[in-house]
């Protein structure tokens, strides 16, 4: 019986310059910002996929145990890497899906050597319902 392909990755570089996004988490939430920048890069290279969903009350409570932080402390992060592309924005706030274009990019080289693809990013498709105006009233002849 072969070996189920692996979905996850056991490594990602750590850069010593600090960019744009990591420089603004230091800025407002001092080293607890360091921490949580990396600490959820190493979250997602340890998820299928590098993405987490976030379905359930249960879900929400596991992923906030894995930083040992405030779970308000931990979603106010997560909205805050949000607004600002630390992780997808659409992705976020339409589906409670967390993926970074930007870690992704750096785990392609680990994919190298295996058959399968790299993982790609969650598609969202969002049906938009027409509903009736509110206020427009049928006109009686």
Partial sequence: MARPAKL???YFSHFVKHDRDL???IERFGITGYYFFYRLREFLCDSDNWTYKIE???DRSYFCKQFSLDKE???EFIDVC???GI???E???RAQILWQDELASFLKDAWKGRTAPPPEKPIVEIEEKLSPRVGVSKVVN
């Fill in 56 to 58: 359930t009350e249960a």
């Fill in 23 to 25: 420089h603004y988490l």
């Fill in 73 to 75: 402390l931990v979603l």
């Fill in 8 to 10: 996850n990755c056991d």
């Fill in 91 to 93: 992705l976020w706030y």
């Fill in 82 to 84: 949000a607004d600002n």
């Fill in 87 to 89: 992780v997808d924005h």
